[in-house]
């Protein structure tokens, strides 16, 4: 997976990498009473950990969606604390001073793909 994140880094100029998931298992430790289904996160932490760009972020949406696969979300708000006292931790990007640059950046990704897709034509 290091190999392929690379090849798109080079390939596509890309700064910047953020994971998303679709859940809190990604914000595990391993030490935790039931970890989810780390392993999909995880290998993606580690290739993307290793690549040699400026921003790395992981962000995560859904909170309580993975409880039923046994996650316990009083450990992962024990982790977001200790991510938080060490000052790695964006609670959310609104009102921030990078919100400008993650919009600009979202909607410059957005115009790209717009301009790269086949108009589709609609029966009416």
Do not use: W
Request: net charge negative; charged share 25%; hydrophobic share 45%.
């Amino acid at each position: 997976m290091s190999q392929r994140y690379r090849h798109l880094v080079k390939h596509l100029d890309i700064d910047a990498v953020v994971l998303v998931d679709g859940g809190t298992d990604v914000l595990l430790r391993g030490d935790e009473s039931n970890l989810g289904t780390p392993v999909e996160d995880m290998t993606s932490v580690a290739a993307v950990a290793a690549l040699d760009i400026p921003v790395k972020l992981v962000t995560s949406l859904g909170f309580g969606i993975d409880a039923y696969d046994g996650v316990n979300h009083v450990e992962v708000l024990e982790n977001l604390a200790a991510l938080d006292a060490r000052c790695l931790y964006l609670d959310r990007i609104e009102n921030t001073i990078g919100r400008r640059q993650v919009i600009t950046r979202i909607q410059a990704f957005r115009d790209e793909l717009l301009g790269a897709r086949i108009p589709r034509a609609f029966p009416h």
